[in-house]
């Protein structure tokens, strides 16, 4: 097991350096350049002004070199200082990425806690009305993208009825731990970024319940006598766990850059609005530093879930 | 001046150039300041909390390295200039200097402190801090407001290392005087607006052995200590709020509001819905909200005319279409748009039809004389006929083989100038005129404008575009030399590469003759020129749409940034009426 484990670490390092490598060269390459940007609000600045600015942000330099000296610092925890934003890239997603998890990690509890007891049900009552009804919310919940919910929220609830703010984590003149509060923010965004795995998980236990309990092992069970609930959560489910843990890979992908779109939406201060906003302005640390930090959370994701894989099912650890 | 074109809407710290030397050169001693304690109501309420929303977070707190409009916003409220303009007329006025004066020769600078300024810690405001901030730009690598103090006799030098200190600069009790290299008419409003920074906590960044110490890294730029503002900071959340509270020792008497606040939304249309639910006090919007915002009944409006204008500008350097060097095919072009149907339908009738180049409210305006190019196709057509074009079978102009057609390029998702791109392409049609739209993101339309790469001129500027449509935040100065003088065809921002002796030398005299009567002569000419040969179609002004809830009361919004502000000048004065209904 452990030398499992070792080998998919060592594997992931080559698809993190190809992301960091990636991403560097499509920022440069798009068009446009942060200097651009910086230079926007100044006027009467010459041509060796904005030299020297490009100068002094090491952006004259070779790609190579500036990508080789990017890693050598990364390496070494310091992303560099913001373009922009005159403070360190560190300090700015040490910010923001707390909030994105405390999203996405409520987002993936209620896409787990409605999807799962959602596509059990169907699978339970197949054909029944409850399957067509769950069916309907998975499609929906697939064809409706995420900002169209947020803003249809926001309109609805904060704008005309005035239950929800239209935006933000808290409240001007609240505590930072106002509890009341914060759900009152969270409810929105949470439910727009969840929708989607609320869809997907149902579908996905949905099949996987239908194909164990097609099994012979169910056959016993139930011949044995049990209750059906007893057949479904002790012999059904535990064998439809495997392929599960897959979607939960995908899922947290799916919660990461779902939340871009709906913390913009939301004006929730978290990694979706940093990455948004420094990706336009073409602020190249902050953006490299998001694709480090997004990319170790999925690459960890996948480890995560490939070692649970691996224990859950030894042919997998020696395959 | 102008600066670069944004997508998102105007802001407007923009360059401080100077205007009304007159003010400070015939009458050598201003009188003192215009904002006493003393014009506060009686009756005003004291206490509560503004919340002011803005769709783009400010990026740093300090007038050294801040660019934006966002940043300015804020440390607007922290650190204030050495003088202000009137938010009307622009014209200057006392501020932390309660006098100033510019020299004869043009060439010096004087400011006189108010005596007994006090940073908001209790520790006296002196004249060092004003020389302080100048040797902090100077030396700074990231900074891009040098050309603020490069003219200021040895800054340069001191900024290199080659100088222990900027030798123009003096400080003598409460008077600093700045020594410049030439006459320079703007650098009254330049230097004099620019946000003094406290050399007790930034003065540790720099070093007298190592000249490139600067305080670019400093933590304080983000969080600053102190203040000369009505507010100091508080706390800054990233993408969210920054939070300032009252200063308690500010100058000109503490502010009625406990706190100010800036919040970040992520666009116009969520501001506008915050400013519904009361989320927040005050916002400026989209004219796409404005009729539903104007139903509200918590909510009052205050719309202003920004200095800046949108418009169509005419390549002069494009090689295949020199016909755009033709004054009478530009005049027909300017005839052949109804301008003022694109203000009624898109701007809901918030803007102003632009004659000329310098904006209607300013002191250097002169509506005289200017022709109004009022709608008229016929003429339109008359013009380009008498410019020796034949219509040709399919509509379209033509003149020895050659058709009267070109593209017109702006930024993808601007709707106000891709409106005026549709309209534009539609009526141009109509006088014989066959114009291609195209769209481009910001950062690509960019990058064709600012890099000379026409096939033809491109050796002598020629950017790779046929007509543009854009448009151009002002600050308070009439100046226009990097706009329209032909020695920014190269690399500066005159863009169309226009070339004219005549606009030229207005621009010079009124950069370098500071008397009021002179410059008013120099920009009258230049903007009668420009009027006449309409190398840009000049488009229209767009009134900025504020709104403010009722609770707030004291807002006196103008067109010129006061404060680095048009709408913040005086939120020492603002007060809150009733407690927000929540």
């Known amino acids: 097991m452990r030398r499992f484990v070792v ?24 068009p446009g350049d942060p200097l651009t940007m910086m230079v926007a609000g100044a006027t009467d600045l010459s041509a060796e002004d904005v030299d020297a600015l490009r100068r002094a942000h090491g952006l004259d330099r070779p790609y190579v070199e500036q990508y080789v000296t990017w ?72 064809a409706v993208p995420p900002f169209w919910l947020g803003l249809l929220f926001i309109l609805t ?118 990455t948004y906003e420094a990706a336009r302005s073409k602020d190249y640390p902050i953006v490299m530093g998001v694709v480090v930090v997004s990319s170790l959370l999925l690459l960890t994701s996948y480890l995560l879930r490939d070692v649970a894989y691996a224990a859950a099912d030894p042919r997998v650890r020696h395959g | 001046m102008p600066r670069l074109p944004r997508s998102r809407a105007a802001g407007v710290a923009g360059s401080f150039l100077a205007l009304l030397v007159l003010a400070a050169a015939c009458a050598p001693a201003a009188t003192g300041p215009t904002a006493p304690p003393a014009a506060i109501a009686p009756q005003a309420a004291r206490g509560g909390r503004a919340v002011v929303g803005a769709f783009s977070d400010a990026r740093v707190l300090n007038p050294v390295l ?28 006392p501020r932390l200097a309660e006098r100033f004066d510019v020299s004869e020769d043009y060439k010096t600078l004087t400011f006189a402190l108010r005596p007994g300024l ?38 340069k030098a001191f900024g290199e290392g080659t100088a222990p200190t900027i030798d123009g600069i003096s400080v003598d009790g409460d008077v600093v005087t700045f020594r410049l290299d030439k006459p320079n008419c703007p650098a009254l409003t330049d230097i004099g607006l620019f946000g003094i920074i406290p050399k007790s906590v930034f003065g540790k960044y720099h070093s007298a052995e190592d000249a490139s110490k600067n305080i670019d890294d400093a933590p304080e730029n983000v969080a600053p200590p102190l203040s000369t503002g009505p507010f100091v900071f508080q706390e800054w959340r ?94 027909a072009l300017a005839y052949g748009l109804d301008v003022d149907q694109v203000i009624g339908t898109v701007l809901s009738g918030q803007g102003k039809r632009m004659l000329a180049h310098t904006p209607p409210t300013s002191w250097a305006y002169d509506p005289e004389g200017l022709n109004d190019y009022a709608y008229d196709p016929a003429r339109a057509r008359a013009l380009i006929e008498g410019d020796g074009w034949m219509m040709g079978a399919d509509g379209v102009y033509e003149k020895n083989g050659e058709r009267l057609e070109f593209s017109m390029l702006t930024n993808s998702g601007n709707k106000i100038r891709e409106t005026l791109l549709q309209v534009a392409v539609e009526q141009y049609r109509q006088i014989g005129v066959s114009v291609t739209p195209r769209t481009e993101s910001f950062e690509a339309l960019t990058d064709r404008l600012n890099k000379s790469r026409d096939g033809t001129y491109g050796d002598a500027g020629g950017r790779d575009f046929d007509a543009v449509i854009l448009g151009w935040n002002m600050g308070p100065d009439a100046d226009a030399y990097g706009t329209w003088h032909s020695s920014q065809i190269k690399t500066g921002q005159n863009q169309i590469g226009y070339s004219d002796a005549q606009v030229d030398a207005a621009i010079e005299s009124g950069r370098t003759v500071c008397g009021m009567p002179e410059r008013k002569d120099a920009y009258r000419a230049f903007n009668k020129r420009l009027n006449e040969e309409q190398p840009y179609n000049f488009g229209f002004a767009v009134n900025t749409l504020l709104f403010a809830n009722k609770r707030i009361s004291g807002i006196e919004p103008g067109p010129f940034p006061n404060l680095q502000n048009s709408y913040l000048w005086n939120v020492e004065r603002w007060s809150v009426a009733q407690p927000v209904a929540k």
């Not at chain 1, 965004?189 to 996905?204: I, K, Q, T």
């Not at chain 2, 004003?130 to 990231?142: C, G, I």
């Not at chain 2, 500010?250 to 919040?263: I, N, T």
């Open chain 1, 157 to 274: 609830m904060a704008v005309q009825a005035r239950l929800f703010p239209v935006g933000g984590m808290l409240s001007i003149g609240k505590a930072e731990w106002d509890v009341g509060d914060r759900l009152l923010h969270l409810i929105g965004p949470v439910l727009a970024l969840s929708l989607g795995g609320v869809a997907n998980y149902s579908r996905y236990v949905r099949a996987e319940l239908l194909e164990v309990l097609g099994q012979d092992l169910i056959r016993t069970a139930r011949a044995k006598g049990l209750r059906e609930r007893a057949v479904i959560w002790r012999h059904a489910a535990r064998n439809a766990l495997l392929p599960m843990i897959t979607a939960l890979g995908g899922l947290l992908a799916y919660l990461v850059s779902g939340a871009v779109v709906v913390e913009q939406v939301f004006a929730w201060p978290g990694m979706g609005r940093l």
């Open chain 2, 238 to 331: 990233p993408n969210d709020r920054i939070v300032l509270a009252r200063n308690d020792r500010y100058a000109f008497g503490p502010a009625l509001l406990d706190e100010w606040v800036y919040k970040v939304h992520p666009d116009a249309t969520a501001l506008a819905a915050a400013l519904k639910t009361g989320e927040i006090d005050v916002a400026r919007v989209d004219a796409r909200d404005l009729e539903d915002l104007q139903r509200q009944d918590h909510l009052a409006f205050y719309p202003y005319l920004a200095p800046g204008y949108t418009y169509i500008g005419w390549n002069q350097l494009r090689g295949g279409k020199e016909f755009l060097q033709s004054t009478a095919v530009r005049q």
């Open chain 1, 7 to 30: 080998r998919r670490i060592l594997q992931a390092i080559p698809t993190f350096l190809g992301i960091t490598l990636l991403a560097f060269l499509l920022m440069r390459l798009a």
């Open chain 1, 71 to 142: 890693l050598g610092r990364a390496a070494t925890g310091d992303f560099g200082q913001s373009l922009l934003y005159n403070r360190p890239v560190g300090q700015m997603i040490g910010a923001a990425l707390p909030n994105t998890l405390q999203l996405s990690a409520c987002a993936m509890l209620v896409a787990l806690l409605v999807g799962v007891p959602l596509g059990a049900a169907a699978a339970r009552w197949r054909d029944t009305p409850i399957d067509h009804l769950v069916r309907v919310i998975s499609v929906a919940g697939h």
């Open chain 2, 66 to 93: 801040s660019s934006d409009a966002s940043s300015a916003e804020v440390w607007g409220r922290v650190y204030e200039g050495l003088i202000a303009v009137d938010r009307n007329s622009a014209q200057p006025q």
């Open chain 2, 118 to 155: 006090v940073w908001s810690d209790g520790t006296p405001f002196s004249g060092e801090d004003v020389a302080f901030t100048a040797e902090a730009v100077m030396r700074s690598k990231k900074t891009v407001r040098k050309n603020i103090f490069q003219n200021v006799v040895g800054a």
